[in-house]
């Protein structure tokens, strides 16, 4: 190859030669990780581990499971697999996460984030729960439990009836209470926006009027 290319003085041929060489070293990599016999990396995973894995489910309804599941039941589970951490009734115990109430507190100055307050589709919180939850023994549930367990939080939220039955059909259509103040970023299309000056943009020296220390926005030690 050497004394090859020693002959082949013309840097063209060279580059091209190279070009082709990487092109045929990519198509290589990329299916050998296809094909673990040849690489010894990894292996080509089952329909049955990357079923596992598919879990997502979209704000549309897309990915949820089929199961089925109401309030009622979804407080039996809730207390014996959710309570100890987020307490029975979600208000959270000691430091665990709160997962009901907030409504309203948006704009207070501690604003409460919850799932009813916050979360802005219904669909994160199967996805989450049936994901991730309980704590330390995630994918322990099955989707009827989640469907329950669900509905039982949405209800304590005040967003379902304690009776209503929820499954893979009317999930999605859940309307959670702060979905209108999340939407695709406007800003480029509001009044306010003005094209950024992006070159020579201060045409007088830059003064400094005021510093954190002064405007004491960090709160004093107790
Ligand atoms: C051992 C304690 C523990 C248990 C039990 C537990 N969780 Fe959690 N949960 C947590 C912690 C910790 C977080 C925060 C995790 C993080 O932010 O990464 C959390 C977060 C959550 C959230 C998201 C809260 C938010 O606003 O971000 C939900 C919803 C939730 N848990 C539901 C459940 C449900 C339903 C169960 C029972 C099936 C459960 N959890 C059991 C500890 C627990």
């Given at each position: 190859?050497?004394?090859w290319c020693k002959m082949m003085k013309s840097q063209t041929i060279f580059a091209v030669a190279a070009l082709v060489g990487l092109g045929f070293v990519g198509t290589a990599l990329a299916q050998d990780y296809q094909r673990p016999s040849v690489s010894g990396i990894g292996s080509v995973p089952s329909e049955a581990q990357i079923a596992a894995w598919d879990i997502d489910v979209r704000p549309d309804g897309l990915g949820l499971p089929i199961g089925s599941g109401t309030a009622e039941l979804g407080e039996e589970?809730?207390?014996d697999r959710c309570a100890q951490c987020h307490g029975d009734f979600?208000?959270?115990v000691d430091r665990w996460p709160v997962l009901t109430g907030g409504q309203g507190s948006l704009t207070e100055h501690r604003p409460e984030k919850t799932i009813g307050s916050y979360w802005p589709y219904s669909s994160?919180?199967?996805d989450y729960i049936y994901r991730a939850m309980p704590y330390g023994e995630a994918k322990s549930l099955t989707p009827d439990e989640v469907y329950a367990i669900s509905a039982y939080l949405l209800a304590e939220n005040e967003i379902v009836e304690r009776d209503q039955v929820l499954n893979q059909d009317n999930f999605a259509q859940i309307k959670m209470p702060n979905?209108?103040?999340f939407f695709a970023d406007d800003r480029s299309k509001s009044e306010a926006y003005t094209e950024r000056c992006m070159t020579n943009c201060k045409t007088e020296p830059v003064t400094i009027v005021s510093a954190a220390p002064e405007l004491d926005v960090t709160?004093?030690?107790e």
């Open positions: 190859m050497f004394s589970i809730f207390a979600g208000e959270g994160t919180l199967f979905q209108a103040n709160p004093e030690d």
